[in-house]
Antibody, heavy 115, light 107 residues
């Protein structure tokens, strides 16, 4: 059973860079896309972007100028970097397997942006 | 972007009730729609994919239907453990988009 475990800094100041990593256990990165999704407090889900094991990416145009998703096949991990964060980036961030059908999902990481 | 509109935004029902949630896409998405269940403090869980296919291990009281722009998610007999927020999700186009969610409560 594939499991995703994610981690990263939970408190950032405005203009800093958000960095999260998602490790894949009991499965390989190969053959799938891997996605990042976020959920602002009390709100719905927003798709951030996706990457495959070869490093091919797709990003949400609303975030594209600030987002980089990367993959490390040697560690069976993929990562999210979001630059120049503001309070509007405060959210629960999830990683997930898939590009069309999303599952399983990571446990989520709450990232708060505050001065 | 394809807009996904869910209704209702919240719903209160009794154990054993039949519950229906609607999701409308702003353009034809064929059957490129999934339904997820999110319980408090947890990540979403896939229930239905390709509009009507039941994910392995998901109870058969959950079902989905529809194609094009109009979709329906149904719980045939509501159970206490079904209390959650439910989201529809389109994968016809990039960027992927979600409905705003339907919060289901027990009456």
């Amino acid at each position: 059973q594939v499991q995703l475990q994610q981690w990263g800094a939970g408190l950032l100041k405005p203009s800093e860079t958000l960095s999260l990593t998602c490790a894949v256990y009991s499965g390989s990165l190969s053959g799938y896309y891997w996605s990042w999704i976020r959920q602002p407090p009390g709100k719905g889900l927003e798709w951030i972007g996706q990457i495959n094991h070869s490093g091919s990416t797709n990003y949400n145009p609303s975030l594209k100028s600030r987002v980089t998703i990367s993959v490390d096949t040697s560690k069976n991990q993929f990562s999210l970097n979001l630059r120049s964060v503001t309070a509007a980036d405060t959210a629960l961030y999830y990683c997930a397997r898939g590009e069309a059908i999303l599952g399983p999902w990571g446990q989520g990481t709450l990232v708060t942006v505050s001065s | 972007d394809i807009q996904m509109t869910q209704s209702p935004s919240s719903l209160s029902a009794s154990v054993g009730d039949r519950v229906t949630i609607a999701c409308q896409a702003s353009q034809d998405i064929s059957k490129s729609l999934n339904w997820y269940q999110q319980k408090p403090g947890k990540g979403p869980k896939l229930l239905i994919y390709d509009a009507a296919k039941l994910e392995t291990g998901v109870p058969s009281r959950f079902s989905g239907s529809g194609s094009g722009t109009d979709f329906t998610f149904t719980i045939s007999s509501l159970q206490p453990e079904d209390i959650a927020t439910y989201y529809c999700h389109q994968y016809y186009n990039l960027p992927r988009t979600f409905g705003q969610g339907t919060k289901l409560e027990i009456k």
